[in-house]
């Protein structure tokens, strides 16, 4: 059986500006499909903003400081009534507290249809790595010009979603486009995308708290109350230094949210390796559908680099 | 709060042929565009079928006799595992029964998104008046030529669906889609178009029953449990020269289904009229929406042609 929970379609009360953003905790291609989405909108003639949900990450804020502009505009909901474009999810648990009271005129994404609505719009996902890589397609089909800054915020969420093309989400149409975007950008993709993935693995500056909440997915392993979260290193070694911190923040969490499971998954993008501190009643499932034992709360994920597609469809397969 | 109901990514069992169909009570656009993706599908190198979940309309009819091709096969659902691509709809109560457990591969449409997933996949749904507006895109971005018997069914379908452009979900790329189409198609499109349309309204051969099914939407008015259903006709009067039978027939299908409403559509395609036969304990959302007394069961809907529209939303804030 079927449950709609429809999203009505509410007057656009202050008529005019158009609000894109991504989801909470933002990543790259959040941030930079708001900007890259805004600018569309904005050629094809529609007064439209770039707006987050959420800090600026190491890694986005390299590529913001590499171009030399600034973060979209930091919101935490929208009136009800506006007009809003989703890019990057369309996830209305990932998105702002009243997204059923605006008016979604379009969705550009790459990830799993997440909500329906009541009405019809421009809802375009693509099961590729990326939605820059979408979005590329969008400023074709439009005949509209790339330029060099919209090339580098694309071919960066590129670079960052699929981990200089090392990810399983990798699709031959993201590193073809990547590459491409690189020529517009006058980048050296290898340089520049170890450099930025790099960025994004500084922890310094951040609380445990932080770091726990940097890129958490709140996600249902069938009944399971569960967050997935994931950090980026260059050495997995220094982050596990935090380990004892890192589960006192993550068993307080797990007790504020009633959550069946937290697993943390550090993820070694030079070697395409991940571990995982994983606490809570079910965290047998980690052990069930990698088929590893968790040592000391830590789980070996040999080869291991997509939320996606190789950590939350195995763990709901197993829980 | 919103509820997920997602439907699981299955394993293609039957490797293969991908089934293309739309919704049941198939209309001109759903048999058209099933075609036209499948070609489009085999184009690109993969391999596909045109289907379909029930009878051919006159309508459709007169557009496959006049290209003399046939009828997409008749399915009931496909086998647990299949891949699916779903055109001209994405709601599961318009679709397969088993519709969570297939694979869908791709959602071509130009309705409010109906369904969320577990899984990425293609999705595209634009707020046009067809779905052939959409397909057209699709061949311009994929580079595959649009031959004459191509050019042909989407211009149909455009037809149909905007009932020649006068309809409110009409929008302005329709309408070039569609002048375009016909010169491919070699048509003179108000003349082929008002031909089809009229094929279109011969109730002749069907009995009372397959009237009132025709082209049937089960619509949740809020809690109500309720059913609109549409005919086109080249003279309102003339249809309701069967108005006891019909009446006789929405009370049956009335306490079988338990419903609240069954509001029965005449539409004049030619003066761009309706009157709709309203029965139901909850009749009286009808003379709310359109602040119109229902005479001897029956209302006036001046100037509405568009379930879509100028109906289902209107009815749905009055309930």
Aim: charged share 30%; aromatic share 6%; net charge negative.
């Amino acid at each position: 059986m079927y449950y709609y929970v429809e999203i009505k379609r509410m007057e656009n009360k202050n008529m005019g500006k158009t609000l894109i953003f991504g989801h909470k905790n933002p990543d790259t291609d959040s941030i930079t499909s708001s900007i890259v989405m805004a600018n569309l909108e904005k050629k094809l003639g529609n007064d439209a903003e770039a707006c987050r949900l959420g800090n600026i990450n190491k890694e986005t804020e390299y590529v913001l400081n590499y171009l030399g502009i600034e973060a979209p505009r930091l919101i935490e909901d929208a009136e009800d009534g506006t007009e809003v474009i989703l890019v990057d999810t369309s996830n209305p648990g990932e998105s702002i507290p009243n997204l059923e009271n605006v008016q979604i005129k379009k969705v550009i994404d790459h990830h799993r249809v997440a909500l329906t609505t009541a009405y019809p719009l421009y809802f375009r996902t693509e099961p590729v790595g990326c939605t820059e890589t979408v979005m590329y397609k969008l400023y074709k089909e439009n005949g509209v010009e790339i330029d060099k800054t919209i090339a580098t915020l694309m071919v960066s969420a590129i670079i960052s979603d699929t981990l200089l093309f090392k990810s399983p989400t990798c699709t031959a149409e993201d590193e073809a486009t990547a590459k491409e975007l690189a020529k517009i950008a006058e980048i050296d993709i290898d340089k520049y995308g170890m450099d930025m993935l790099k960025a994004g693995t500084d922890l310094s500056s951040f609380s445990i708290e932080e770091i726990l909440n940097l890129d958490a997915k709140q996600t249902s392993l069938k009944d399971k109350n569960s967050i997935i979260a994931q950090v980026n290193t260059a050495s997995i070694d220094e982050v596990l230094k935090m380990k004892a911190d890192l589960e006192t923040g993550m068993k307080k969490i797990i007790a504020e949210k009633g959550l069946d499971l937290f697993m943390f998954v550090i993820t070694d993008i030079v070697e395409s390796n991940s571990k995982a501190i994983v606490l809570g009643n079910s965290a047998s499932i980690a052990e069930k559908a990698y088929n590893e034992k968790i040592i000391d709360n830590v789980i070996e994920l040999k080869g291991v680099v997509s939320r996606k597609k190789q950590i939350v469809p195995i763990m709901i397969e197993n829980a």
